[in-house]
């Protein structure tokens, strides 16, 4: 994207240090940043995954070093996170993406700049962050649940893949693997979808949008704070988190609606609806893990359900390019974000209808 330069030339008498005149952008414009991003995915999706896969081997290999590798990976990341936008701009000029391209930010003296950013988020990092016991805003209760099990005795290591012999843990990855597919539809399709059945150009998305995701944060917190209370008051886990879920799910079901509906505020109320429910049910599925895990797999099943989310997400992708090229609708689209939830509500609760928490086996 380029932006307008000034046609104006300036007075011949005019100082040459004078700053060029500022040029402005319109705030909507970034919500098409994020539809173009997506493209830039689509064009090369396996030396992406390529990419993506790489940095994560050098980021483990990074952090496993003991002291140094976690600082080390702070500093770099913006260095490789510079080579990534460099393959971005060699996609925007026709020419051909690299697994090479995430090294790109260590050549050619950019080295030095990049390192620098990471330097500073490292300082800043390190001035902020404290550990729980000396954190000012951590209560004593706050505190005594985080250590409640800290004196759980580890008999031996628990690899990613023993996980994998848990209902439990199928029940999070089918959760992950149905849901976040459609909330990455709502963020890269959306502005798409506006344009072409309501009309609205993309630089005057803005208010739109902004009410759309603005309801989503609001979800985010309305979610958590619905299961803390039924927990609260029941002292019932297992109702409180599949009350809260859900209820999540019926307020995504008015999405399927949208084809008969001409009016852009219901659009947006109904999307937005879904948003925030999304965001609801993320915050109540993410925390099962916790009610039902040991502390100690917690990060591996999540991570495992994070890469279901987007393994599903890619192959949605492609449905929704295909159903879009064969059909030109979305009615099926909004029908399958409508039933997601339903659906992955049902099954996690096949697997896990009592919510006890796992007993490790050998």
């Known amino acids: 994207m380029q932006l307008p330069e000034s046609t104006t030339a300036p007075p011949a008498d005019a100082p040459t240090s004078a700053a060029p005149p ?10 098409g940043w994020w539809s173009e991003s997506w493209r830039i995915f689509c064009a090369a999706p396996g030396t992406w995954l390529g990419i993506f896969v790489l940095f994560i081997v050098i980021s483990v290999a990074l952090v496993l070093v003991p002291v140094v590798g976690s600082l080390i990976h702070t500093v770099l990341t913006p260095v490789f996170a510079g080579g ?21 930010g260590f050549q050619h003296g950019r080295l030095a700049p990049l390192c620098i950013l990471g330097l500073i988020w490292l300082a800043v990092w390190l001035f902020v962050y404290r550990q729980p016991a000396q954190h000012p805003s951590v209560s004593k209760s706050e505190l005594d649940y985080i ?3 800290r004196d759980e005795a580890v008999e031996q290591s628990v690899s990613w893949l023993s996980v994998l012999k848990y209902r439990e843990t199928w029940a999070f990855i089918v959760g992950k693997l149905l849901t976040d597919p459609v909330w990455w539809f709502y963020l890269f399709w959306l502005p798409k979808w506006l344009n072409e059945s309501r009309h609205i150009d993309i630089r005057n998305l803005g208010l739109p949008l902004i009410a759309i995701y603005t309801m989503a944060s609001v979800g985010s917190v309305a979610g958590g704070w619905l299961s803390s ?4 008051r029941y002292n019932k886990p297992n109702f409180a988190r599949k009350i809260s879920m859900g209820i999540c799910a019926v307020c995504v079901v008015p999405i399927a609606t949208l084809s008969h509906f001409q009016s852009l505020w219901y659009a947006v109320f109904a999307v937005g609806l879904a948003a925030a429910a999304h965001q609801g049910w993320s915050a109540n599925l993410v925390t099962l893990v916790g009610d039902v895990f040991p502390r100690r797999l917690v990060g591996t099943v999540v991570g495992i359900g994070g890469v279901a989310g987007m393994v599903g997400s890619f192959f949605y992708s492609g449905v929704i390019g295909e159903t879009l090229q064969r059909t030109g609708q979305y009615w099926a689209l909004f029908a399958v974000g409508a039933s997601a939830y339903l659906v992955a509500l049902g099954i996690i609760h096949l697997l896990m209808p009592r919510m006890a928490p796992v007993k490790l086996r050998d």
């Open 22 to 31: 500022p040029r402005k952008l319109p705030a909507a414009d970034g919500i």
């Open 84 to 104: 990534a936008m460099l393959g971005c701009h060699a996609l925007a000029r026709g020419e051909p993406l690299r697994v090479g391209h995430l090294f790109e």
């Open 147 to 149: 250590n409640s099990d």
């Open 229 to 232: 209370h039924l927990m609260a």
